[in-house]
Each structure stands twice: as structure tokens, then as C-alpha cells.
């Protein structure tokens, strides 16, 4: 081990497709959970919002489901859903992430001040539509936040689907452990670096092109707290 | 118009908002409900548009009890303005004004172009309606929620102390805008205020309420002014309530005399006969000469402009050219008022004793 390198330059010279497979695969398993979650998340958020007895159960359940490890819930699906398979390291993964997005649409749409709640209510919208059409929206930076959270632990726990063979960049790390091997290791790392960062970077943008308001409103929000505080 | 009779608020917890409370809101005309934070003036308002349902008693509305109305329905047949405005932060200007007319199944050009037609009426620039309300200034935001409440044309708008929150000089020009668009309208207005003066001010009718909604007193403004009902709304008018009763009195009842000299002061004029100032004894130029328009002021105005001349004259001008019409001494003005006060005294009958004066200034 002391006479190899930290990188062998050649070595991923050689691996580039197979690096860019890899990739492609890791931010499918990693993302497309949080894209579930995030369409379970938003229905479920406006229901505990609605009616704020079922919000403490929900949390509650998603708080524990957060708590199991990985691998173990991965044991726990392979008869059903099989050794190796995208499903199987999908599930635990939409679990993780709806675990962050619910607390997070709860707390957005709570934090939608009550004189846009009450013009609504004036103007003559009903409850459901109220909080889909005028809530929902004001709420979109503390989802977009929720997001960010969920989508790079996301990228970080799809890694351990390596150990049941199906963890996209996560093998890079098994792979080079076992060969006592840095460079695929390191790659990984700067991969898996890279790919969350790019996300983040993707829903910041996001939020500013489909929510130029959001970003004022949330410093506002914050400027309010700071002076009632 | 908007009748209450015997309706009251108990909250579940015992506590009275509201403890039976009779009160007619004539159409067409500007009611005030002002009093101290606390009065249940708040909770009155909403029973109309029912975000508070009476524990006892009932609303009604032209004759229809508001109970047995469709919530949603009812709501967008009356506006409401709010303090902070309440602007959809995630709609820019111009869909928010069009939220009711969406709401009522309108198309969007139809609208749109309504919308558009509001945002002028309520005097703001056509590209505001692209903005984005945190684009705006707090003045500005409230005349989009005031154009907002409009855009359906209800006959009914309920406004809840909706210029409380923005400076005296901004609150001032909403006023005023009020004043003309209410002008033009004709709606049944319900307004909430703390402050004695804007209620004195905009309403046509001024309820002055005490704890839990009891209606200390009920009159017009000049009326309210001049003669309160007992201690209690005297002491919540404040000091001064004679000087501010001439804001209510309109300076065209004036008798004007020509341009002349007093007491060694001469009016010296422009090329085209307006006003520059007041040439002393001594032969110096002291000016601008303080002016008030009598078709559009007050005698409150016209009382201001005399204190301050230096001859102790005001000028009357034209509003149009600004030239010089005529002067008066201040002991003119106060003539003028007993003239005006013989007028009124025989008319207190009336809920609408008095004329509005939109361009009057007020302390």
C-alpha cells in the first residue's frame, strides 16, 4: 500500500465510461426517492396541515422509519423486492427523504403569514384551494429547503446500496477496500462530491427562476423574527 | 345596506367580543367604526363576511340574513382591504387584482384587462402590475390591495384599519384617494380605525364604540365633533376638536374681497396674476403667499393660509391657473363659519350633515 498512490491518473483514464455509468445510475437511485417523496410529501403536508392532529403521529413514524439503518431495512426488503435491485434501495431511500419533506412543507406552510391566510379566506376561497393555490406557493422556499436537505443525504445514503449490489458510485468504495486500491475510492468521493453539489446548485436556481419572490421572503420572514426576538 | 341586529361574539372560552350590537350601515355611504384596540370593531366588521359567526343575534344584508349564504359566494361579492394588505407574494400585481374576478370564473383577458382598468382607477402606473408585490412600497401595496378589493365591483367593501401601517404623509394621500374613488363608486363602506381623525375625516357616519362593542356614539362627523355624547368620546375626540370641525366645513362660502393692500402689505403678483408674495411696508418681498382654493379646501385650509400670511390675509387662487381671485382676513373666515354653523345646525337631522372636502387639510 505504501508504494501506491493516493491517484493513479491512468486508472480513471481508462474508467471514464464506466465512471460516467456509475454516475448516472448513483443520481437515479439518489434522486428519483426524493422526487417520490417530494410528490407523497406535498399532499401529505397540506393534510397535516389541514387537520394538525395527524401531524404528530406522521412525524412521529417518519422519525423512526429515519432512525433504522439502512442495510437492515435492505434485509429486511430483498424477498420481496429482490438481491441488487433499484426498488429495493429505493424504498428506504423515499422513507429518509419523505422524513425530511413532510416537517418541511408542515413548517412552511405554518409559517404563511396569517394576513395572506385571511385576505384568502375574505376573498372567497375555500380551505382546500386556499392552501393549494395561495399557501402552498408562499410555502415554496421552505419546500425548495427541505429539498436541498433531502436530495444531498439522498446522494450520500444511496451509497451504501453497494453492499447489497446496487449503490451506483458506492462500489467504487467496496471495490477499492477490497483491493486495497485508493484511486477508485477517491474517484468516488470527488463523484459523489461533485453530483451533490450539482443538485444543490440545480434547486437554488430553480427556486430563483420559478420563485423570484421566494428568496425576499424568506429575508423578511427572517428580519421579522429577529426583531419580535 | 348592512343591518346588525342584536349581534353578539362570545368566544368558547367565555370571553365578549361583541355584546349585542344594533347598527344600520345606509348603502352607499362610509360607515367608521372607530374606537379603542380592544372595542370588538374588528370582530363587528367580519360578521358581515362572516369570518365570525354571531354567538346571538344576525347579520343581514339588503335583507338576507348572511347565515344563510354561501360563505364563499358571499365573500366575493364584498371586498375587504387589510393593515398589511395582504397581497399574494407569489402573484405579480396585476393577478393579484384579477383573485376575485378568477375566482367568479371569469376568463383571463377579461380579467387581466380589468385588472389593469383598477390599477389606474386606483392611481398607479400601468408596469406596476408586472411587479411582484415585494417589489412595492408599503403606500403602493395598499393601493393594489384597495384596486384588489375592487375589481369585482362589490357593492359592499369592508376595510380594516387598512392605512394604519404606512407613514402620515402616505396615509394622507390614501385618504384622499378614498375620498374620490367613494366619490365616483358610491359603495357601501364599513371602516375600521383607531384614529379619531381618519374617521372624522372619511366617514359619512362615525360610530365610536367602547369595550365590547357598545356604541358610545353615533353622528356625523360635524356633528360628532361639536357636540359628543358624553365624557367618555369627548376625552377619545382629544384637544382641539373646534379647529378640527372647520376641516369639515367647506371654504366656498367665503366672501372674498378684491385684491388690495392692508396695513401697508400690497399682494404682488406675476405676469399672469399669480401670487408671488406679500411686499411689506419696508418695501421687501416676503413670499410665497400662503393660498387656499376655495372650491376644494377647507376653512380649516383657508384659516391656515391666513395665520400665515404677514399681512394676516389669505389668498384665494383659482385651481386651475393659480391666479390670484380675491383675499380675506382671517375675521372674514370666522364669519364665514357662522354662516356655516347656522347652515348645519338646521340639517343635523341628517346622517350626511356635512360635505366631504377631499382636498381639505387637517391637523
Given amino acids: ?229 | 345596506m348592512i343591518r346588525f341586529e342584536g349581534a353578539a361574539k362570545r368566544h368558547p372560552d367565555g370571553t365578549v367580543a361583541v355584546e349585542g350590537l344594533d347598527l344600520e350601515v345606509p348603502a352607499g355611504r362610509t360607515t367608521v367604526l372607530v374606537g379603542p384596540s380592544g372595542c370588538g370593531k374588528t370582530t363587528i366588521l367580519r360578521m358581515v363576511n362572516r369570518m365570525v359567526t354571531p354567538t346571538a343575534g344576525r347579520v343581514l344584508l339588503d335583507g338576507a340574513d348572511v347565515a344563510g349564504l354561501d360563505a364563499a359566494k358571499l365573500r366575493r361579492g364584498i371586498g375587504y382591504v387589510i393593515q398589511q394588505a395582504g397581497l399574494f407574494p407569489q402573484r405579480r400585481v396585476l393577478d393579484n387584482i384579477a383573485t376575485v374576478p378568477y375566482l367568479l370564473g371569469w376568463d383571463r383577458k377579461r380579467a387581466r384587462a380589468r385588472a389593469a382598468e383598477m390599477l389606474e382607477l386606483v392611481g398607479l402606473p400601468p408596469e406596476t402590475g408586472r411587479r411582484y408585490p415585494f417589489q412595492l412600497s408599503g403606500g403602493q401595496q395598499q393601493r393594489v390591495g384597495v384596486a384588489r378589493a375592487l375589481a369585482a365591483d362589490p357593492p359592499v367593501l369592508l376595510m380594516d384599519e387598512p392605512f394604519s401601517a404606512v407613514d402620515p404623509v402616505v396615509r394622507a394621500g390614501l385618504q384622499e384617494e378614498l375620498l374620490r374613488l367613494q366619490a365616483e363608486l358610491h359603495k357601501t363602506v364599513l371602516f375600521v380605525t383607531h384614529d379619531i381623525d381618519e374617521a372624522v375625516r372619511l366617514g359619512d357616519q362615525v360610530v365610536v364604540l367602547r369595550d365590547h362593542g357598545h356604541i358610545a356614539q353615533r353622528a356625523d362627523p360635524h356633528t360628532l365633533l361639536t357636540s359628543p355624547a358624553d365624557q367618555d368620546v369627548t376625552a377619545f375626540l382629544g384637544p382641539g376638536r373646534g379647529l378640527r370641525g372647520l376641516g369639515l366645513v367647506p371654504a366656498t362660502g367665503v366672501e372674498l374681497d378684491g385684491l388690495g393692500r392692508a396695513d401697508g402689505w400690497e399682494l404682488a403678483l406675476d405676469a399672469e396674476g399669480r401670487p408671488t408674495g406679500w411686499t411689506g411696508p419696508d418695501g421687501q418681498l416676503q413670499g410665497p403667499a400662503p393660498v387656499f382654493v376655495p372650491a376644494r379646501d377647507s376653512l380649516h385650509a383657508a384659516l391656515d393660509a391666513a395665520v400665515l400670511s404677514p399681512s394676516g390675509l389669505a389668498v384665494a387662487v383659482d385651481a386651475e391657473t393659480g391666479r390670484a381671485v380675491g383675499t380675506v382676513s382671517r375675521a372674514g373666515i370666522l364669519g364665514a363659519l357662522a354662516a356655516g354653523a347656522a347652515a348645519a345646525g338646521t340639517s343635523t337631522g341628517t346622517s350626511a350633515g356635512t360635505a366631504k372636502v377631499p382636498g381639505g387639510r387637517q391637523p
Fill in chain 1, 1 to 229: 500500500m505504501t508504494d501506491e498512490p493516493l491517484v493513479r491518473w491512468g486508472w480513471i483514464g481508462s474508467h471514464l465510461a464506466y465512471l460516467r455509468d456509475l454516475t448516472l445510475d448513483h443520481a437515479v437511485i439518489a434522486l428519483v426517492p426524493v422526487l417520490i417523496a417530494l410528490v407523497i410529501a406535498v399532499p401529505l403536508g397540506l393534510l397535516c396541515t389541514r387537520f394538525p392532529r395527524l401531524y404528530q403521529p406522521v412525524a412521529l413514524v417518519f422519525n423512526v422509519v429515519y432512525a433504522l439503518p439502512g442495510v437492515a431495512v435492505f434485509v429486511v426488503l430483498i424477498p420481496y423486492t429482490g438481491l441488487a435491485t433499484r426498488t429495493t434501495v429505493m424504498i428506504p431511500l423515499t422513507c429518509y427523504a419523505l422524513a425530511v419533506l413532510v416537517p418541511a412543507t408542515v413548517d412552511g406552510l405554518r409559517a404563511v403569514p396569517e394576513a395572506l391566510r385571511q385576505s384568502a379566506t375574505a376573498m372567497g376561497y375555500g380551505p382546500w384551494r386556499r392552501l393549494a393555490a395561495v399557501e402552498l406557493p408562499a410555502a415554496v422556499s421552505y419546500v425548495v429547503a427541505g429539498l436541498r436537505v433531502a436530495a444531498v443525504s439522498s446522494i450520500s445514503l444511496a451509497a451504501v446500496g453497494a453492499l447489497i449490489g446496487r449503490g451506483g458510485l458506492g462500489y467504487l468504495f467496496i471495490d477499492g477496500f477490497q483491493r486495497t486500491f485508493p484511486t477508485p475510492i477517491v474517484a468516488g468521493i470527488v463523484l459523489v462530491a461533485a453530483l451533490a453539489l450539482v443538485t444543490d446548485l440545480a434547486l437554488v436556481l430553480a427556486l430563483r427562476l420559478l420563485a423570484p419572490w421566494a428568496a425576499h421572503e424568506r429575508r423578511a420572514t427572517r428580519r421579522q423574527r429577529g426583531a419580535t426576538q
